[in-house]
């Protein structure tokens, strides 16, 4: 069981940087001014869009700009919370890994909907896409069946702590 947990925490940690990184400096051009970024993330944007054929990026909807907006002030603090806490081995990791991947889910969710239901999805496209929901549903998993001893040891309070019963 040991190696399954260590996997999941590998893909969580992965999936996690991932969002840190690329929420900030690729997924916010759909939001905020364009002035605000360097000209070669722009290209790499445009670059993404162009090669994947990634319509929502190239002319995001007003749904799409409403998650990014979610990701940028719910999602990438808690993705680089879940990266500290999985790096530092702190208890509340399952809790922040569970709501970054019902997050992320629920996002692909709309996403995967709109190119499937469009028909515009291209497998190469899908081929980006779907990972996030695969890593969301590790991360799920990860959240609510931690097996790591110290999450399941029991109390955090020392014995004189807890409340003795008469």
Known sequence: MGFVSAAADAAVALFSLTIAVAAPLIDAQSVVPHGLFPAPLLELKRWY?????DYLVANPPGFLRGLVWLELVFHWPLAVATLYGLLNRRRWVSTASL?????????????????????????????MYVPFAVFAVIAILRGLCSCSERATTGSSLGPSARKKRV
Request: hydrophobic share 45%.
């Open 99 to 127: 709501m970054a991947g019902v997050s992320t889910l629920t996002s692909m969710s709309a996403i995967l909907g709109e190119m499937i239901g469009s028909g515009r999805a291209t497998p190469k496209l899908l081929q």
């Open 49 to 53: 869009a162009a090669e994947f054929g």
